[in-house]
């Protein structure tokens, strides 16, 4: 298996629903990443776990909240989201540090009303 | 982290090499250069990546100068599907914070 794989494929949530983002990779990849893409705009990073620890929070509003169940696993939380959060967001792993090249999945395609 | 400077857009025919600059010019010494493919509703893809001078795999070249402040990927032959948005990345071989650039989005006519 060479693949990430992210469910759902598209989502749409209302502002005062907490939904969740899986993402999902049998290649024993030690980190695995969340990225948010807005439309036309370059992938920006949010998160990174390394052995399944938080390593890296680019700032990101707490109402985003991540997971790392076990070392196959990534969730992302989400809870009272605004309008401008609607975006593609991508996960991706990578075996060892992210300059050795990332797998990345299709994304979720989330949309809040 | 070093940042990257792309062309925003390229244009190019079917049949044609098309070739893709980046310049770099805060580079470090530990710093790898990675290019990344990226369709539309789809996840970036890995191409091709390099230190210096000159590396080739079955679908990209990347071409490295001594000093290091650019990289150029080379696309032979491009086709209607290589019609997608290219970003250059530039980052430590041991860190986990890659930043993507803007990107070049190349469309292929026929």
């Known amino acids: 298996d060479t693949e990430v794989t992210q469910t759902p494929k598209h989502l749409v949530m209302g502002m005062t629903n907490k939904k969740s983002l899986k993402c999902e990779q049998h290649?024993?990849?030690?980190?695995m990443y969340w990225y948010k893409q807005k439309a036309k705009k370059p992938p920006e990073l949010m998160f990174v776990?390394?052995?399944?620890?938080?390593?890296i929070n680019e700032s990101v509003p707490s109402r985003f909240s991540p997971e790392c169940p076990n070392s196959s696993l990534l969730n992302l939380h989400l809870h009272a989201l605004q309008p401008e959060d609607s975006a593609l967001y991508l996960c991706?792993?990578?075996?060892?540090?992210?300059?050795?090249?990332?797998?990345f999945g299709s994304g979720t395609r989330l949309t809040v009303v | 982290l070093a940042k990257t400077t792309q062309p925003i857009s390229m244009d190019s025919y079917e049949g044609q090499e098309v070739n893709i600059t980046c310049s770099h010019n805060?580079?470090?010494?530990?710093?790898?250069i990675t290019w990344y493919q990226q369709f539309p509703s789809q996840g970036p893809r890995f191409i091709i990546q390099?230190?210096?001078t000159k590396v080739t795999n079955e679908v990209a070249s990347l071409f490295i100068p001594a000093d290091r402040k650019s990289s150029t990927l080379s696309l032979p032959r491009v086709s209607l599907s290589d019609t997608a948005v290219y970003y250059c990345?530039?980052?430590?071989?041991?860190?986990?914070?890659?930043?993507f650039g803007t990107g070049t989005r190349l469309q292929v006519f026929p």
């Open positions: 991706a792993s990578s075996q060892e540090t992210a300059v050795y090249g990332y797998t």
């Open positions: 290649m024993g990849h030690r980190a």
């Open positions: 776990y390394s052995y399944e620890k938080l390593s």
């Open positions: 805060n580079i470090a010494t530990n710093d790898y």
């Open positions: 390099g230190y210096k």
């Open positions: 990345l530039v980052g430590d071989w041991g860190t986990d914070k890659l930043i």
